[in-house]
């Protein structure tokens, strides 16, 4: 019996422990160099780490197309409004990604600054 509260009690405290009051002790700030534009290069692992697993080829999951490439991403900003999209709060209709947390903003910025600075591949 103490063995069991012993358990729980060690449980309840690891849970109280950990919390999620803030996003910015999860992400890395980005540093980029202000004087380059940002490319495709800069964004990729950003769509390869939180689409694919739906956007792939061919996609699943009810996702519309593919986000694997340049191309195909690209199309996605500018035709399919990608940035909007991922700029949804969590739960609001159309967010993604689709039931997962929204992504980092430091995440979602970059992505708006690789279309403001012309959609670059490399």
Known sequence: MKTIKFILLTLILINLSCTNDSEDDLTEP??????????????????????????SNPPVNGAPMSLINYNDIKDAVENRNLIDRISRQTRENGAMPLG???????????????????????
């Open 30 to 55: 980005l540093i980029l160099n202000q004087n380059e534009p940002v490319t495709f290069n800069n964004v990729s692992s950003i769509f390869q780490n939180n689409c694919i697993s739906c956007h």
């Open 100 to 122: 997962g947390p929204r992504l980092p903003q430091n995440l979602i910025d970059l992505v708006i600054l690789w279309q403001e600075d012309g959609l670059l591949e490399n």
